[in-house]
């Protein structure tokens, strides 16, 4: 029903072509990455390498990227969940988009993330590198697509054919 209710907003519409989430985003999931993400265990990311090559292998695209950290985030936890993630499964990322600095999303009710203001830029020079190809998004968590639909839709707007994404989980 989500993809329904963003694809019947004229904004948003053709965005994202699909997104695959490997996991339901449940607590002991939830414990887990957040284990990973906010307290630094890195090592907990190899868990998920099998199954996200799997799915990746599936998808047809001529560049992978990642949703990006805003550089006080990156410093507060010392590296990027889904650039990990990337990296952990032998994938070679193309840093196409650059973010601002923001409030956590995981501080904000589902209607905040949705209302949010774009946060991302594609980075500059890429365009001409993007036209016309298809790109995937990789993240760790699915919950209102915002963060998805904001960065494909910078991509969109940049010439970029087609947008996916992939997520470890999905809230």
């Known amino acids: 029903m989500d993809c329904i209710r963003w694809e019947q907003d004229p904004k948003w519409t053709g965005v994202l072509a699909q997104n695959t989430s490997l996991f339901l985003y449940n607590e002991y999931l939830k414990e887990y990455l957040a284990r990973f993400k906010y307290r630094g265990d890195y090592v907990l990311v190899k868990a998920f390498t099998q199954e996200l090559q799997l799915e990746i292998s599936k998808i047809k695209y001529d560049f992978i990227t990642t949703i990006p950290l ?4 990156l410093q507060e936890r010392g590296f990027n969940q889904a650039e990990a993630l990337a990296r952990e499964a032998g994938l070679t990322t193309e840093p196409l988009l ?4 923001s409030e956590k999303q995981s501080k904000k ?5 949705i209302d949010s203001e774009e946060v991302f830029e594609v980075k500059s020079g890429q365009e ?3 036209s016309n190809k298809s790109i995937l998004i990789i993240d760790d968590i699915y919950t209102t697509g915002t963060t998805l639909r904001q960065g494909a ?3 969109k707007n940049a ?8 997520t470890l989980a999905r809230g």
Do not use: F, N
């Open 109 to 113: 009710s589902r209607q905040q993330r």
């Open 159 to 166: 010439g970029a054919r087609e947008i996916s994404s992939i």
């Open 98 to 101: 650059i973010r601002r600095h």
């Open 153 to 155: 839709k910078k991509l």
């Open 128 to 130: 001409a590198d993007i």
């Open 70 to 73: 805003s550089p006080e985030r």
